[in-house]
């Protein structure tokens, strides 16, 4: 069974970058059927897709958020990471990386990690 679990601080100041790391267990993110998914939730609101990457390499991003957003792998520690620029007080929330069969699915996540941009 895959296991999904994300690293990074939990405080950003605004406009720093957020950088988290998934770590995957149980699965390779080489393989090319799943999407390696980031997702978001902010305080009060839903879920809300970030991009993801491809087990061949290939990235996703989400339109509104693609400018900001970078998502990149180091297959030997079979880890995925996003990256999120010029961060300010509306990118607080639960972030969770997640695997999915479809381009916008996520079928495996992660526990989530708080991220707050705060100074």
């Known amino acids: 069974q895959v296991q999904l679990q994300e690293s990074g601080p939990g405080l950003v100041k605004p406009s720093q970058t957020l950088s988290l790391t998934c770590t995957v267990s149980?699965?390779?993110?080489?393989?090319?059927?799943?999407?390696w998914t980031w997702i978001r939730q902010p305080p009060g609101k839903g879920l809300e897709w970030m991009g993801a990457?491809?087990?061949?390499?290939?990235?996703y991003y989400r339109p509104s958020l693609k400018s900001r957003t970078s998502i990149s792998r180091d297959t030997s520690k079979n880890q995925f990471t996003l990256e999120l620029r010029s961060v300010t007080p509306e990118d607080t929330a639960v972030y969770y990386c997640?695997?999915?069969?479809?381009?916008?699915?996520?079928?495996?996540r992660g526990q989530g990690t708080q991220v707050t941009v705060s100074s």
């Open positions: 990457i491809t087990g061949s390499g290939a990235t």
């Open positions: 997640a695997r999915g069969f479809g381009l916008y699915e996520y079928n495996d």
């Open positions: 149980g699965g390779s993110i080489t393989t090319n059927y799943y999407y």
